[in-house]
């Protein structure tokens, strides 16, 4: 339905039905790894699908019929998947660093392994469990590892939507660095 023109709005909320298929689990504080790790793979597929596969809602026609794949007095185009790959190569080691600290900020697992960081002055095991289970890390209503995975997750997403013409086609998508 989200295909015909009128029916646009059905991609948001399909979008937005993933998005909280994604946050549920941290919002309610799920016991299960399980629920976890299901739920923000669906999650992001749910977005996926909604708003990824062409017709990207927001994108003119007029701007999807010009070929050309790059800005007036660039000699390269900012948007292809060779400029985008190490963003979002970057963002999947950043998603699985911090859903294994909400791992452990949940309660799935019992310790964190950590080569880099010692305990410090903590009477805890190693320094990334004493940053987790901080003050400022329980001040928050979510745990916010969990919370940068998610962010993580929209990293990924925002990289993989669009073609080489997305400098053009969405430019709300792209900033300074990364289009």
Known sequence: MGMFRRWRWVQWVA???????MLAPLLFWTTSAAAYAIDTLVGMLIVAFAVMIPPTPGVSRRALAADDDRPLGWTYSPS????RIPIVALAFVGLFVSRYLAAYQMGHIDGLWDPFFGPGGAPIRNGSEAVVTSWV???????DAGLGAFAYSLDILAGAVGDRRRWRTMPWWCSSSVC
Do not use: E
Not at 15 to 21: I, M, N
């Open 137 to 143: 890390s329980k001040g928050f209503p979510i745990a």
């Open 80 to 83: 292809t998947f060779t400029q």
């Open 15 to 21: 979008a937005s039905l993933g998005l909280w298929v």
